[in-house]
């Protein structure tokens, strides 16, 4: 019950007077207010129900007994003698708990309104002033939540709760200096107040301070170990970090102490299974997963789901539920927007937390430079850091306009998109990590798209209109599984930077390779090798004498890769780490791609950014084909470079083609050859004048029919 509902000693509004006689409706209700505070409801109803057969209209003994009723599970029936109690004495202890009721009840308007009246009786009732402030802070208006939190917090300067309320609401808004202002206050005036270290922990994991988040966290659990999302936090804080073996088991004990985000817990605990290389793990907690999915626990990143080989159903569904908890928490809409004149320009924002050295921001670099001006402006939306590097730079110069949301909430991000004038916002982020799905909710533009970032649908209701693909990873037929209309571009969706630089060759000594076997790479990341792709490559390892497999550094999974190949009576030593390198080593990481003879492809998730970094430096991509489009992305591109052999669609076929070329150096010479050839193909995937030209149609079309008043449809770019 909300936190003042039964009074601590006797009710408000006693009367006064001499010897009453024992049984007084108001001896009687002393009795009752006792035995309801012991927690012997029947008793104290039985008591109540004494005093109002004596006293029908005694105000106190209806509010009590609506409260006591409210506690017995008849919600509704505790309102209605609680609004008799407010209509006899409208005092602000009877309106407050009016105003609990209703809120319990999911009637936010009405709570509202019996909290301020509350107020306007007694502008000193730090309750009303909390729960007014609570409530509005549940219904996602942070900014009207701010002042009736500051009230009570000044009104009871012990009131952790409030204070508590209060740093939520400032971190909401973007204040996050306030916000750690307020939650460290509260704590100094009681250290044991979870919900206040909780909050300020995930202050200081937005604000940046992983190490002082990290703390809070720990601090947390280890006082309050039945605090289950504080276990969660900390296990994603370190996940994050790629702190994988110490992020295991609290995903565990928050599963363990039963976090109401149960799906969101097992999604990262399989994710963190995936990267650990423990394939039996993570497949073991799958059921569980998609049994929590259908029951429509909302919790899961869909990133997470969209990972595994599950049915494209299955992903459709985990993006719709997050989906509509995104629209939940982020209010209505901005009201709608218009396009600007026809005739001139459109204006073209992109959205991203990815403006600095980041795979997103190679591949989208030559795209803001190379728009043509005559048919569109570019605004580059960011709420990412700023890492001060060459790439930030020359991002900033791409751009007609770089606005930087960062401090900003989602309402006030999206304001600012609105202010700046966009006509067609892209977001490039979606449901991947940092990205901000919130502000695309809230419509700050007329025509919203999302492209590139995330290779799923973002599910109904999360207030985009289009998504960019093309024939080969959104082949017709497909659309049933996403909620977006679908604009195929012709030739490869994926943006590139044609002109990328490349450092000088390396040599293979240089990364402790072999120079006379062939070495099979890839560079993907740990979570997407699955067993059966590793085994595969296992036994192309034992059919290609002293071949060796060059694999991007996969950190705490490697001891699970070795096992796996000894198991398989292959020396592990023939896996050989390739240290990840600095983002501003870009190019020396295309160059040393050089040094290997294959790229490997992982499924069902496929290289993306990675798949056009192996091609663009020359190297062949031999991939496996499947039917989302987060299995289709390297396909795309051989397509696209004219390499269609290079794309099979079983793991036989996989297996078999990477061991042809592995054993014949004319057919792989010969592959060499025509990667190199399509590398300047016009209109290939490295054209990036051409590719931006049927962006802008894409956009136009966009546009024409939004100013037609015409819904979202998919077609064709040529």
Not at 288 to 307: I, M, Y
Not at 661 to 683: C, I
Request: hydrophobic letters at 50%; a neutral charge.
């Amino acid at each position: 019950m909300a936190r003042a509902a039964v009074p601590p000693d006797r009710p408000a509004g006693r009367l006064a007077g001499g010897t009453v006689a024992v049984q007084h409706p108001m001896s009687v209700l002393d009795q009752a207010v006792a035995r309801h505070q012991a927690g012997d409801l029947d008793e104290a109803a039985a008591l109540y129900a004494q005093v109002l057969a004596a006293e029908p209209h005694q105000p106190d003994a209806l509010n009590l007994l609506g409260v006591l009723r409210a506690q017995q599970g008849d919600p509704a029936a505790g309102e209605a003698l609680v609004a008799r109690a407010a209509a006899l004495r409208p005092d602000a202890e009877i309106l407050a708990n009016l105003g609990r009721l209703r809120a319990a009840a999911g009637r936010v308007p009405a709570a509202e309104a019996a909290f301020r009246a509350a107020l306007a009786r007694d502008g000193s009732h730090a309750g009303a002033a909390f729960a007014l402030g609570t409530l509005l802070l549940n219904a996602n208006r942070p900014a009207d939540a701010v002042a009736p939190l500051e009230l009570a917090a000044r009104l009871d300067l012990n009131h952790g709760a409030a204070r508590a309320n209060l740093g939520v609401a400032l971190h909401r808004l973007g204040r996050l200096g306030d916000a750690e202002s307020v939650l460290r206050a509260a704590l100094e005036r009681d250290a044991t107040q979870a919900a206040a270290r909780f909050n300020l922990a995930s202050v200081l994991d937005d604000q940046g301070r992983l190490d002082a988040a990290e703390a809070e966290y720990r601090l947390l659990t280890a006082r309050h170990p039945d605090v289950a999302d504080a276990w969660l936090n900390l296990g994603t804080l370190l996940h994050r970090r790629h702190r994988d073996l110490e992020a295991l088991p609290c995903f565990q004990a928050a599963l363990d102490r039963g976090t109401s985000r149960r799906a969101g817990a097992l999604a990262h605990l399989i994710h963190l299974h995936y990267r650990l290389c423990r394939w039996d793990a993570a497949a073991a907690l799958i059921p569980q997963l998609l049994s929590l999915l259908e029951a429509g626990d909302d919790s899961a990143p869909p990133f997470a789901v969209l990972c595994l080989e599950v049915e494209e159903a299955v992903r459709q569904r985990a993006a719709r539920l997050h989906a509509a908890a995104n629209a939940r928490a982020a209010g209505p809409p901005l009201a709608p927007a218009s396009l600007g004149p026809a005739g001139r320009p459109l204006r073209v924002g992109y959205l991203s937390a990815d403006w600095h050295q980041h795979p997103t921001a190679y591949l989208m670099a030559g795209v803001l430079e190379a728009h043509d001006r005559h048919k569109v402006t570019v605004t580059a939306f960011s709420y990412g850091p700023d890492d001060g590097s060459p790439m930030r730079a020359r991002l900033k110069a791409g751009a007609d306009h770089f606005v930087d949301l960062r401090g900003m909430d989602d309402r006030g991000a999206a304001q600012a998109i609105r202010t700046a004038g966009v006509d067609i916002l892209v977001d490039l982020k979606g449901y991947t990590e940092g990205g901000r799905p919130g502000i695309a909710q809230l419509r700050p533009a007329p025509v919203q798209v999302q492209y590139l970032g995330y290779p799923g649908t973002l599910g109904r209701g999360a207030g985009i209109d289009y998504v960019l693909a093309d024939a080969i990873v959104l082949p017709p037929g497909a659309e049933a599984y996403w909620d977006e209309a679908v604009v195929r571009l012709s030739g490869c969706y994926q943006a590139n930077d044609s002109g990328r630089p490349i450092a000088p060759p390396s040599l293979r000594g240089d990364w402790g390779l072999p120079d006379d076997a062939i070495v099979f790479a890839c560079f993907n990341a740990a979570y997407k090798l699955t067993a059966d792709v590793f085994a595969c490559w296992g036994r192309l390892l034992a059919a290609v004498p002293k071949s060796v497999l060059w694999l991007l550094d996969p950190g705490a999974g490697l001891p699970a890769l070795q096992a796996t190949l000894a198991h398989q009576g292959v020396d592990p030593a023939r896996l050989v780490v390739a240290p990840a390198l600095p983002k501003a080593r870009m190019a020396e990481h295309l160059a040393r791609q050089a040094c290997a003879d294959l790229f490997l492809d992982t499924y069902p998730t496929n290289a993306h950014t990675t798949a056009a970094d192996a091609l663009y430096a020359g190297l062949p991509v031999v991939t496996r084909a499947g039917v989302p489009f987060i299995s289709r992305v390297a396909a795309s591109l051989l397509y696209a470079l004219g390499l269609p052999d290079l794309v099979t669609y079983d793991l036989a076929a996989y297996e078999a083609k990477a061991l042809e070329l592995a054993r014949d150096p004319a057919l792989l010479a010969d592959v060499r050859a025509r990667l190199l050839a399509a590398h300047t193909r016009p209109g290939g995937p490295f054209d990036t004048g051409i590719f931006c030209r049927r962006l802008e149609g894409a956009y136009a079309r966009m546009a024409d029919r939004a100013r037609a008043h015409l819904p979202p449809v998919d077609f064709e770019v040529e």
